[in-house]
């Protein structure tokens, strides 16, 4: 009897990878409005004030969003576009993460400055109570998350199954079955006895007239 063997080990990989994507996408993206370093305004006045990671770098976000189309593209292309999609998240990943870093060392001073100067319309601002929130961080978190769908998509993508794949209907190795031959048509049962059969009724001592 013929099997369905769904390719299960290679769309469970292809979900991992756009759950990876989707994830870190998700992060990156929901990080950007929110509060990346905090501070206390001291002079002129005194005043809380914090800057989000919108306010210092719009790179995350547009990868963030790249990061979340390659999580959707990665049901639709086959091969050679599997392949380009991988490299898109495995760039957008380490892209984030790069950026981001490279803003901690001064995340919390020449911006935190410029919102203290904007909020108390001073140029003599000072600043005390500097640290950094968890967001920063956790968009780290996101692009490596994004560049491990993308590094999953290269090694493993070839193996994938697409949009329009089918299950295989045949098990492996197995041969349609030959046509079955038409049966033979049944005999009538009011057909005419043959000479045949009257000489096997007569040698039976049955009477053929009856």
């Given at each position: 009897?013929?099997?369905?063997?769904?390719?299960?080990?290679?769309?469970?990989?292809?979900?991992?990878?756009a759950?990876f994507?989707?994830?870190?996408a998700?992060?990156?993206?929901?990080?950007?409005?929110r509060?990346?370093?905090?501070?206390?305004?001291?002079?002129?006045?005194?005043?809380?004030?914090?800057a989000?990671?919108s306010?210092l770098?719009?790179?995350?976000?547009a990868?963030?969003?790249a990061?979340?189309?390659?999580?959707?593209a990665?049901?639709?292309?086959?091969?050679?576009?599997?392949?380009?999609?991988?490299?898109?998240?495995?760039?957008?990943g380490?892209?984030?993460?790069?950026?981001?870093?490279?803003?901690l060392?001064h995340?919390?001073?020449?911006?935190?400055?410029?919102?203290?100067?904007?909020?108390?319309?001073?140029?003599?601002?000072?600043?005390?109570?500097?640290?950094?929130?968890?967001?920063?961080?956790?968009?780290?978190?996101?692009?490596i998350?994004?560049?491990?769908?993308?590094?999953?998509?290269?090694?493993?993508?070839?193996?994938?199954?697409?949009?329009?794949?089918?299950?295989?209907?045949i098990a492996?190795?197995?041969t349609?079955?030959?046509?079955?031959?038409?049966?033979?048509?049944?005999k009538?049962?009011?057909?005419?006895?043959?000479?045949?059969?009257?000489?096997d009724?007569?040698?039976?001592g049955?009477?053929?007239?009856?």
């Open positions: 009897m013929a099997s369905e063997q769904p390719a299960r080990p290679s769309s469970r990989e292809k979900v991992l990878a759950l994507a989707a994830a870190g998700a992060v990156v993206l929901a990080s950007a409005g509060s990346w370093a905090h501070g206390t305004l001291t002079a002129p006045v005194r005043l809380s004030v914090s989000s990671g306010d770098t719009g790179v995350p976000y990868l963030g969003l990061g979340l189309a390659g999580a959707v990665l049901f639709a292309v086959r091969r050679i576009g599997r392949y380009a999609v991988g490299a898109v998240l495995l760039a957008a380490i892209g984030t993460a790069a950026v981001v870093a490279s803003k060392g995340i919390d001073s020449a911006l935190l400055a410029k919102a203290a100067t904007e909020a108390a319309g001073a140029t003599d601002a000072k600043i005390a109570g500097i640290g950094n929130d968890a967001w920063p961080y956790l968009t780290i978190v996101g692009g998350l994004i560049a491990i769908s993308g590094a999953l998509t290269l090694v493993r993508g070839n193996r994938w199954t697409g949009l329009s794949s089918r299950y295989e209907r492996p190795g197995a349609k079955p030959a046509a079955s031959a038409s049966p033979a048509p049944a009538a049962a009011d057909a005419e006895p043959t000479s045949r059969d009257l000489w009724a007569l040698n039976r049955a009477d053929p007239t009856v």
